[in-house]
C-alpha cells in the first residue's frame, strides 16, 4: 500500500503540475510584477512628535525585504516597521530639529520615496503676568510674557513702549523715567498682549540742612567768609530738586545756589557773609522748609601786610607763619626758629606763599585781587581719595608751554580754570576732574572777598615751591626763568633723567611742614602719588606741547624737582589756589 500510495500520489501530483503549465500558457498571464510605493508622497512629523509612513509592496511576500533610509538622519529617525496586509508601517520620530528630508523604500531596482517636513507647534495666543502697573519715576518692574500653547516652537517675543520717554522697555525689564503713561506691549507671532503702565513723580517726604556733613540749625559766620549748605531731600530717589532757596536778610547775607551732582539728593547753596548781623536761610521745596539761623561777626583786618608762609584764614584774614625776610628770587630767606601757631578761633584754609605784585597776572589785578596767592590746605579729589586727574580726554583750549621760560612766565591759572570752564559748560565740566572738584563744591569755601578757588598755573606752581620749600628750590630752579629750551629735556648729567634738577632737599617735606601746626581737621598734606620712585606728582592748569598732557612738577624724595609732563588722564596731586 506504501509503494501503491506513493505511485498515486506522484500521478497526482505530474497530473496537477501538467495542468496548472497548460492554464498558465494558455491564459498568457506573466509573473506577478516588483513594486514599491508610499501611500502618501509626503507627511509632517509635529516637531518632536512621532509619524507613520506606509508603504504598499508588491508581491506582498516580499515586504519584509525592503530597505529603508532617510536622506538626512539628523531631521528624523526611524524607530520600527511594521508588516502586514502587504504594506510596511514605518515608524518616525522627531527630536526637536526643523527641517526637511527624504524617506527612501529600496526593493531591488524598484525605489519609492517620501518627502518628511517638521512641523512646528505654532503659537496660539500670548498674556503677561500683569495687564497694569503704577511705579514711581526710577522704579523698574519685570513683566513676564507666557506663549501658547506651552510646546510653541521657538516662540520669539517682541517688546515695545508706546512712550519710551515715560517707560523704557528691554526684554520685558519696564524703568520708569518720567511722570505719564505708556503701553508696553509684547508680540509674539501676530499676536499681542498689553500692561497699561502708570509711572509718577517722587515726592519730596522730608529735607535737612547740613554744614560740613552735620545736620545744623545755628552757624556763626565771619564777615567774608563763605560755606557751603546741603539741603538734603528724602527719599534718595525724588524726581526733582525744585529747592527754593532765601534770606531773611540779603544785605548780610549772599547766596549762590548750585547742584554738584544732578543724580543725586542733594542741593546746594555757597553763603557769603557780607556784614555783621543775623540773618535766616530757609529752603523749601513743596510743603516743607527747614531753615538756618546765621550770625555773622564783624572782623578786623589785620594790621600788618599779608607776607609769605601767614597762614589764611576762612574769613579772608591772615596772621603771621613765621616769615621774618625773603629775596624776591627766593634765594635768601629767614624764617622764626619756631613756626608761629594758627589764631584760636579762626579756620585755616591756605598758606599765602605770593605776594610781589609783579608775580600777580593782570587777569587777577583787573578784579582787585592785589594782595596776594593762597596754597590750599586741602586738596582736590574725590572723597575717599587722594588723587585726580586733569581731564578724561584732550584738552584743546589752551596754549601750550614747553620753555623753561614758558613755565615760569606763565601765571595764569585762573584764566585757564575759567576757559576750562566755559569749553566745558555745566555737567560737561565732569570730563576735568580735577575743575569740576575745584570749582564746584570744594570745600573750605573760598572767602567772599577773594577770586575764588583754581587750578593753579605752572609758573605759579614755581613761586610756591621757590617760596615755601626754601633757598635751595630758589637757587636751582633760577637759571631756567630763561630758559630757552624744552624744560622737560634738561638732563644734568648722563645718568639723570629728563627734567630732573637738584635742589639738595626734600621739598615735599619743607611744604608739608608750613602746615605743621594747623589742626589736623583742616588739612592734608602732599602725598606720593607715584611710589615707584617717591614722587608726589603736582598738577597744573598749564597745557604741555600735546593736547593730551600737562606740565607739572614731580617732588622726588632724592632731593630732585623734576620738571616734566603728566597724561591728562594720570591721577595725580591738585592742590587748589586763590588770589585776594
Known sequence: MKFHSRLLYGVLGLCTLISLSCTSKNAGVDEEKLSVAFVQNEISIPINGEVTAVLEVSPESRADEVEFSLADNSVAEITGTVIGDG?????????????????????????ASCKISIAPVQVSGISLNTNSAELKVGQD?????????EDATSPLISWRSSDSEVASVENGYVRALSSGSADITATCSGFDAVCHVEVADVEAESIVLTVQSDIRTDVEMSENESIIVDATLMPENITFKNVKWTVSSSDILFYEAFDAYETD??????????????????????????SLNIKVKSIEVPA????????????????????????????????????????????????????????ISEYLKKDGYVHGLVFCTRAAHKPGEEL?????????????????????????GRKWTNTIMQYYPGTELASCPAFDWTVTDFQPAAP????????????????????LGGPKV????????????DITYYKENSESGYGDITVGCDVRAII????????????????????????????????????ESECSFWLLDNGKICATASWLDDPIVCRPILAF
Request: net charge negative.
Open 87 to 111: 504594506k510596511v508601517n514605518v515608524h518616525l520620530i522627531n527630536e526637536g530639529k526643523l527641517g526637511s528630508t527624504t524617506l527612501l523604500a529600496l526593493l531591488e531596482d524598484e525605489l
Open 141 to 149: 518692574t519685570t513683566l513676564v510674557a507666557t506663549v501658547s500653547p
Open 265 to 290: 539728593n542733594v542741593v546746594s547753596a555757597r553763603i557769603t557773609a557780607l556784614k555783621a548781623g543775623d540773618a535766616v536761610l530757609s529752603a523749601s521745596i513743596g510743603n516743607l522748609s527747614c
Open 304 to 359: 600788618a601786610e599779608p607776607k609769605i608762609g601767614d597762614y589764611f584764614y576762612s574769613d579772608g584774614t591772615w596772621s603771621d607763619g613765621g616769615l621774618i625776610s625773603i629775596s624776591k628770587d627766593g634765594t635768601v630767606a629767614q624764617w622764626a626758629e619756631e613756626k608761629p601757631a594758627p589764631l584760636e578761633g579762626k579756620t585755616v584754609i591756605g598758606i599765602i606763599f605770593q605776594t610781589d605784585a609783579l608775580r
Open 388 to 412: 585726580t586727574k586733569y581731564s578724561t580726554q584732550e584738552v584743546d583750549c589752551i596754549g601750550t608751554h614747553a620753555l623753561g621760560s614758558s613755565w615760569y612766565d606763565d601765571i595764569w
Open 448 to 467: 567772599g572777598n577773594t577770586s575764588g578757588w583754581f587750578v593753579p598755573s605752572i609758573g605759579q606752581l614755581w613761586d610756591l615751591m621757590v617760596n
Open 474 to 485: 630758589g637757587e636751582a630752579l633760577l637759571p631756567f626763568r630763561t630758559y630757552d629750551a
Open 512 to 547: 608739608n611742614a608750613q602746615m605743621a601746626k594747623v589742626p589736623e581737621s583742616q588739612k592734608e598734606e602732599l602725598v606720593i602719588s607715584r611710589p615707584s620712585n617717591g614722587a608726589c606728582e603736582i598738577m597744573s592748569s598749564t597745557i604741555y606741547q600735546k593736547k
